[in-house]
């Protein structure tokens, strides 16, 4: 079964950090784009950012430039999302995707989310 998996969501008080992991299981993620999304209760997912496959370029949303770092290492199959200075607003589910392009549409396979809860 091809999927993937987020890890590293938890509790943390406003200003903190967190590092979230995306892996694959089932295929390698080596050679596709990796997307972070989020969705917070009652809204739309919106797009967090995006790494290319060689992790050259990433593209961030506004609202975490600055903030939010994308890297990638391939050795270890692993996408990270370093999270600084967090704020309430980021409370939201994050979700991982691999595709061929940063494109919203181009995305192929779908982690099930881990909760991220930024709160005093």
């Known amino acids: 079964q091809l999927q993937l998996v987020e890890s590293g969501g938890g509790l943390v008080q406003p200003g903190g950090s967190l590092r979230l992991s995306c892996a694959a299981s089932?295929?390698?993620?080596?050679?596709?784009?990796i997307g972070w999304f989020r969705q917070a209760p009652g809204k739309e997912r919106e797009g967090v950012g995006c790494?290319?496959?060689?992790?050259?370029?990433?593209n961030y949303a506004d609202s975490v430039k600055g903030r939010f770092t994308i890297s990638r290492d391939n050795m270890n199959h692993t996408v990270y999302l370093q999270m600084n200075t967090l704020k309430p607003e980021d409370t939201a589910i994050y979700y991982c995707?691999?595709?061929?392009?940063?494109?919203?549409?181009?995305?192929?396979?779908w982690g099930q989310g881990t909760q991220v809860t930024v709160s005093s």
């Open positions: 089932g295929f390698t993620l080596d050679y596709y784009t």
């Open positions: 995707a691999a595709g061929s392009s940063c494109r919203r549409g181009s995305y192929e396979y």
């Open positions: 790494i290319s496959s060689s992790g050259g370029r990433t």
